[in-house]
């Protein structure tokens, strides 16, 4: 070490050394000097582009919320209307549902007063019917006995079993083709008719087509001799059940002398008139 101090040579190449790392040390501190600057420059430069993008991308989500907002509030509008839109359509529904209970009432009292009128109907047809039966019975009765054509029939039918019996008849004037009905099914059968006598077993005098005594009396009946009730009965018995088949009945009634006289061997038919 002392050598290199007592050495000018040395000495000054140690000067120029130094001086060379001076040098070199000013030259890497003017490089990291521009470097610094250079790099502090770039980082202001990132930094700002940095800052810019922050900025833009602030903007655009400013934007975008904004445009979110502007959504919502449509969103809000519309949900805002379909609630106007349900609250109506609930008020139509509940509308309509008191109008259909009001029809139901009216349609139900509708359907009561049909079937009121209905009822009234059935009544009046009822009457109706009652009254037009009620005519038939009067017109028939006013229009005298008249016998069916299954009555007729069923009636030559009991009879003819019966042939060769004798019979008169008595009748009240209203009812002579009464009369000639049961004078011709009398005889086609087999009987044969006898001039009429009187209550007092005389020839009557007063004649109905020249067949029947006048007598003035209602319904219609048979008359039969006490003596003669068990002979004659059947036959005219007989009489009376065919005559059912139209509804007429028949009156069986026994001749007890002195104070009724017929022929001993005759049925007597009476014919009054129909009541």
Not at 11 to 16: Q, R
Not at 169 to 196: H, K, M, Q, S
Request: with cysteine.
């Amino acid at each position: 070490m002392n050598g290199l101090w007592n050495s000018v040579e040395k000495l000054d190449s140690l000067v120029t050394a130094a001086n060379w790392g001076i040098a070199l040390t000013l030259l890497v501190a003017f490089a990291c000097t521009v470097l610094a600057i250079k790099a502090g420059g770039r980082k202001d430069a990132l930094t700002h582009a940095i800052e810019l993008a922050k900025a833009e991308r602030i903007a655009n989500l400013d934007t975008a919320n904004l445009t979110l907002q502007g959504q919502v509030a449509i969103l809000q509008t519309d949900a805002s209307v379909q609630q106007e839109r349900a609250a109506k359509a609930e008020a139509n529904i509940a509308l309509a549902e008191q109008h259909a209970a009001e029809a139901n009432a009216k349609a139900e009292g509708f359907r009561l007063d049909i079937a009121k009128a209905n009822e009234g109907a059935a009544h009046a047809n009822e009457i109706a019917e009652q009254e037009r039966l009620a005519r038939i019975k009067i017109e028939e009765r006013m229009g005298g006995w008249k016998l069916s054509k299954d009555a007729q029939d069923s009636l030559s039918k009991a009879l003819k079993p019966f042939a060769g019996t004798h019979f008169s008849l008595a009748a009240n004037p209203i009812e002579e083709p009464f009369v000639e009905t049961v004078d011709r099914i009398l005889r086609d059968a087999g009987w044969i008719r006898e001039a009429p006598l009187d209550d007092n077993g005389h020839a009557a005098t007063v004649l109905l087509s020249d067949k029947a005594m006048v007598a003035f009396s209602s319904g219609l009946s048979v008359v039969i001799s006490q003596d003669e009730w068990a002979a004659l009965s059947p036959a005219a018995d007989a009489y009376k059940q065919a005559l059912l088949v139209d509804g007429f009945e028949v009156k069986l009634l026994m001749a007890v002398p002195p104070a009724n006289k017929i022929a001993p061997t005759v049925i007597k038919f009476n014919i009054g008139k129909r009541e």
